[in-house]
Antibody
Framework: QVRLQQWGAGLLKPSETLSLTCAVFGGSFSPSYWNWIRQSPGKGLEWIGEITPSGSANYNPSLQSRVTMSVDTSKNQFSLKLISVTAADTAIYFC???????????????????????WGKGTTVTVSS | DVRVTQSPSTLSASVGDRVTITCRTSESISSWLAWYQQKPGEAPKLLIHKASTLESGVASRFSGSGSGTEFSLTISSLQPDDFATYYCQQYKSYYSFGQGTKLEMK
C-alpha cells in the first residue's frame, strides 16, 4: 500500500521561496510520475507539475517561470520549489502519484495515461507579511 | 489547455436519492477522465478513472459514464458518508480539474 508523507514550511513572507518534499513509502518509485497540486478557495484544484523518476519534469505553464521540481530516487522522495511567492500562492499543497494504469493503442504506438490514485495529506502554506 | 466545466456547483439531496453530476471538457479527451471525492480537511480520494472504471475498494453505488466531452458521475442511492465535494479531472493532456460540486444534505 503506497503512502505519501509530505512536509515543508507553512508560513512564508512575500518574495520568499516555497519548499516542500514528499516521501514515498510502501511501493516502487517507478514507473509512476510524481505530482504537486494545490488548492485554494479562489482557484480550486490546480495542477502545478509532475516529475518522472529519471528527473524529467513538466510544469503548468501558468507557474512554469517560478517552479522547479526535483527527485531523489535514493530516498524515494521528490520536491517542489516555488520562488517569489505572493499572497496568491497561499493554498493547501498536495503531492500525488500519477499511476500509469490506463493504456491505449493508437496506430502502432502504445500509450500510458496517468491518473492520480494516491495523495499526501496536504500542507497548508500561507504567504503573509 | 483543456478546460473542465462541472455542474452543478451545489447539489442538495437526501439519503437514498439518486444523484448525477456532470462534467464537460473544452475538447475531446476520449475517456481520460477521473472522479474524486473530497471531505473537509482531507485529500481528494480517487473514485473512478477512465470515465467509468471503479477504483478498487470504492462502493458500487458510484458509477461513471461518458466519453469525448461529456461525462457524468452517478451515485445510485446516497449514503450519509457520501456528502462531500466531488471533482472531475481530465488527464489526456497533463491535468485540469472541474470547479467541484458540493453535495449537501437537503
Amino acid at each position: 500500500q503506497v503512502r505519501l508523507q509530505q512536509w515543508g514550511a507553512g508560513l512564508l513572507k512575500p518574495s520568499e521561496t516555497l519548499s516542500l518534499t514528499c516521501a514515498v513509502f510502501g511501493g516502487s518509485f517507478s514507473p509512476s510520475y510524481w505530482n504537486w497540486i494545490r488548492q485554494s478557495p479562489g482557484k480550486g484544484l490546480e495542477w502545478i507539475g509532475e516529475i518522472t523518476p529519471s528527473g524529467s519534469a513538466n510544469y503548468n505553464p501558468s507557474l512554469q517561470s517560478r517552479v522547479t521540481m526535483s527527485v531523489d530516487t535514493s530516498k524515494n522522495q521528490f520536491s517542489l520549489k516555488l520562488i517569489s511567492v505572493t499572497a496568491a500562492d497561499t493554498a493547501i499543497y498536495f503531492c500525488a502519484r500519477g499511476f500509469p494504469g490506463d493504456t491505449a493503442i493508437i496506430g502502432l504506438s502504445y500509450y500510458y495515461y496517468y491518473y492520480m490514485d494516491v495523495w499526501g495529506k496536504g500542507t497548508t502554506v500561507t504567504v503573509s507579511s | 489547455d483543456v478546460r473542465v466545466t462541472q455542474s452543478p456547483s451545489t447539489l442538495s439531496a437526501s439519503v437514498g436519492d439518486r444523484v448525477t453530476i456532470t462534467c464537460r471538457t473544452s475538447e475531446s479527451i476520449s475517456s481520460w477522465l477521473a472522479w474524486y471525492q473530497q471531505k473537509p480537511g482531507e485529500a481528494p480520494k480517487l473514485l473512478i478513472h477512465k470515465a467509468s472504471t471503479l477504483e478498487s475498494g470504492v462502493a458500487s453505488r458510484f458509477s461513471g459514464s461518458g466519453s469525448g466531452t461529456e461525462f457524468s458521475l452517478t451515485i445510485s442511492s446516497l449514503q450519509p458518508d457520501d456528502f462531500a465535494t466531488y471533482y472531475c479531472q481530465q488527464y489526456k493532456s497533463y491535468y485540469s480539474f472541474g470547479q467541484g460540486t458540493k453535495l449537501e444534505m437537503k
